[in-house]
């Protein structure tokens, strides 16, 4: 069984780096209080496997960030999405040439932007994969790629071995993203994160700078990898 695991692994993950996913983990779901807003517990006992996958932000737009979105990462960020999407597609139909069931989630579908809550929790899903961890901007955080990362999930039963948590330094004694945050909301841990002040603010640019989304991208370009456990403020 374990080789057959090990098997569906490697298929699933070369998929996705085929078409350009550049992290890729699976957890176990059972027992872990996961939800899926909109569907019933069942789908969780059905599906027990989660994987997550990311693609990393282009550098040349994140950098032209200063103190409100651009357009530019309005079409990154859009493009992102899309094709995280898509990454999601292919894997879904290859789980279910295998034989499995598979339940791609859309990588930016947002039910409450007042809460930030999408269908699924990306973010924790990539945590528990050992993508990276929760950082002081509320956001995944990887030691590859910072925070300039969008992610994806797909819930299957297929067999797959595991990836343990990620057990690295984390932030740190790293800052950079608290004192850029325009509104303040991002504090010393990242459970003090406060949504109403980060959602009001995006509201505020949307309607400003005409970008039709609530993003910012502001502690995201602040969140830069500067080797293990990023850098310092």
Request: net charge neutral; hydrophobic share 35%.
């Amino acid at each position: 069984m374990e080789g057959v695991q090990e098997e569906h692994y490697r298929r699933l993950a070369e998929e996705a780096k085929r078409w350009g996913a550049d992290l890729f983990g699976v957890t176990s779901l059972e027992g872990k209080g996961w939800k899926v807003l909109e569907l019933g517990e069942e789908v969780l006992e059905e599906l027990p496997f989660g994987i997550s996958i990311g693609i990393r932000l282009a550098e040349g737009v994140m950098e032209r960030i200063e103190d409100h979105p651009t357009l530019f990462y309005l079409h990154h960020y859009r493009q992102a999405n899309y094709i995280l999407d898509q990454i999601a597609f292919r894997v879904a139909k290859v789980i279910e040439d295998l034989g499995g069931k598979a339940l791609p989630i859309a990588a930016s579908q947002i039910v409450d932007w007042e809460h930030q809550r999408a269908h699924f929790d990306h973010k924790s899903l990539a945590q528990a994969c050992g993508l990276g961890w929760r950082g002081r901007n509320n956001l995944l955080v990887t030691p590859q790629f910072g925070a300039r990362v969008r992610l994806v999930s797909i819930l299957t039963d297929l067999p797959l071995r595991t990836d343990p948590p990620y057990e690295g330094p984390g932030c740190g004694d790293c800052r950079r993203c608290i004192p850029v945050c325009p509104v303040g909301a991002i504090k010393e841990r990242p459970e003090d994160f406060d949504h109403l002040k980060c959602f009001e603010k995006l509201k505020e640019f949307r309607k400003k700078y005409n970008v039709g989304q609530y993003i910012c991208g502001i502690c995201i370009k602040a969140c830069a990898p500067r080797g293990e456990g990023l850098g310092q403020v």
